[in-house]
């Protein structure tokens, strides 16, 4: 069953270490998406990619980076985490060639950094 | 700039009573409208889509939602709900490069 798919489901992590949240997706979709979701808040993208090696900044300023090398790997990595990252990250992907523009979310991963 | 507005952040009602969740969307000539049910710890889910056409759209879940322009809403409704409901719903438009601009969301709570 075609899918996408987000790990870890849950983080908790200090200050300052490192890390990448994993984005995969089964359904061979071009395009890519990162949300950033705060607690009764909605969603704002971060960043979004419409092929391999396509990425861009999307409307919420991030201190994340993103990387598509591969069609359906589209991980996120924060190099040093602060608390003010804490947050649910939402990863979504999209068939240009459909012309829905339905767009797929995986679970999420939330964020805590202490 | 585009915008979504839901008015709504918290409904309660009763299981079994009809439900509306309101949306308005900003100016645009041909809306691409969406509505969205996110369960606790859980990610998104498509309910309905608008593109053109009938301005009734039926979705899963027996939700469906109408739109009209003359008002720039896009209402969803379910004749009754059932516990199982109990969710955040988020209203999106399609706006340049097919991102999506998301509303708030409405949190429903379901009583018995």
């Known amino acids: 069953e075609a899918d996408i798919y987000q790990t870890p489901r849950y983080l908790v992590i200090g200050t300052g270490k490192k890390i990448t949240l994993e984005c995969s997706q089964t359904m061979g979709h071009d395009k890519m998406y990162w949300y950033q979701q705060d607690p009764g808040m909605e969603l704002h993208l971060i960043h979004y990619s419409y092929g391999v090696n396509s990425t861009e900044k999307g409307d919420l300023s991030s201190e994340s980076t993103v990387s598509r090398i591969r069609t359906e790997h589209f991980p996120l990595t924060l190099e040093s985490a602060r608390p003010s990252h804490t947050s649910q990250y939402l990863c979504?992907?999209?068939?240009?060639?459909?012309?829905?523009?339905?767009?797929?979310f995986g679970p999420g991963t939330r964020l805590t950094v202490t | 700039a585009q915008s979504v507005t839901q008015p709504d952040i918290h409904i309660t009602v009763s299981e079994g009573a009809s439900l509306e969740l309101r949306c308005n969307y900003s100016?645009?000539?041909?809306?691409?409208l969406f509505w969205y049910v996110q369960s606790p710890g859980q990610g998104l889910q498509l309910l309905l889509k608008?593109?053109?056409?009938?301005?009734l759209v039926q979705g899963i879940k027996g939700f469906e939602a109408e739109f009209k322009r003359s008002q720039s809403s896009f209402n969803l409704r379910k004749p009754s709900v059932h516990w199982s409901d109990a969710a955040e719903y988020f209203c999106?438009?399609?706006?340049?490069?097919?991102?999506?601009?998301f509303g708030t969301g409405t949190r429903l709570q379901v009583f018995p």
């Open positions: 979504a992907s999209s068939d240009s060639g459909q012309g829905t523009y339905e767009q797929y």
């Open positions: 608008y593109f053109s056409g009938d301005t």
């Open positions: 999106a438009q399609i706006r340049e490069a097919d991102k999506l601009i």
């Open positions: 100016y645009g000539a041909t809306p691409y």
